[in-house]
């Protein structure tokens, strides 16, 4: 017989995200970050990477605010509106060959909150997982501005040590914070970069 799926009971966090007209729980995890990071500020240029169903979208654009541009890409199509200064397109959040990415380019911040989809084979999930946050992470080393700052989640495994050394080449300062938000189930963790570095030859 097999056990309930914990993820399917609509918790406190997922109640009051629906309430706030926010389509996932999700967004009280960006928030925690934001708050304790001071991460996203009014004017911003920030990428959200694997944006669906658009939570982590509706929460930085409102922080940017008018003056801010956001991208949000997913190859999902998102089923909120999103204010003026906030663009959605349908594509690959992690194809450095995709010149959509560059709309806003350079960015202030970049955000992911992309996961497998999990099978319950927890190493082979979190391989899926680290292979997903060094793609956004390379996408963050491309396009971010030189001081910028990313996030990416990522579920604790061995191949937690390597990730964040690889950040830690591209941003000047590394940490891991795991939200209140998330389920006690949950193996997942975000790492955030800030103060992202010059390219070595930049001039």
């Known amino acids: 017989m097999r056990g309930k799926n914990p993820y399917k009971k609509p918790d406190h966090f ?3 995200a629906k309430a706030q007209g926010f389509p996932a729980r999700s967004v009280y995890k960006l928030e925690e970050i934001d708050r304790r990071v001071r991460l996203l500020r009014p004017g911003m240029h920030v990428l959200d990477l694997g944006a669906a169903p658009g ?8 922080k940017i605010g008018p003056s801010g541009r956001l991208l949000a890409i997913d ?6 509106g999103l204010p003026p200064h906030a663009t959605f397109t349908v ?10 990415l560059a709309l806003h380019a350079p960015y202030d911040v970049v955000l992911s909150d992309m996961a497998p989809n999990t099978t319950g084979n927890r190493l082979g999930d979190q ?12 996408v963050a080393a491309s396009l971010s501005k030189v001081g910028g700052a990313f996030v990416g989640k990522i579920f604790m495994g061995e191949d937690l040590p390597i990730a964040r050394a690889e950040l830690r080449k591209h941003f000047s300062s590394e940490r891991i914070i795991r939200p209140e938000g998330t389920r ?20």
């Open 127 to 138: 391989t899926r997982s680290f292979e997903l946050f060094m793609r956004a992470l390379a």
């Open 184 to 203: 006690s189930v949950s193996y997942e963790v975000f790492i955030i970069g800030e103060g992202r570095r010059a390219a070595e030859g930049a001039p």
């Open 75 to 80: 190859l999902k199509p998102i089923e909120i």
């Open 14 to 16: 997922t109640k009051t």
């Open 55 to 62: 939570s982590w979208a509706m929460y930085a654009a409102q």
């Open 91 to 100: 594509g690959d959040a992690l194809s450095l060959e995709n010149d959509a």
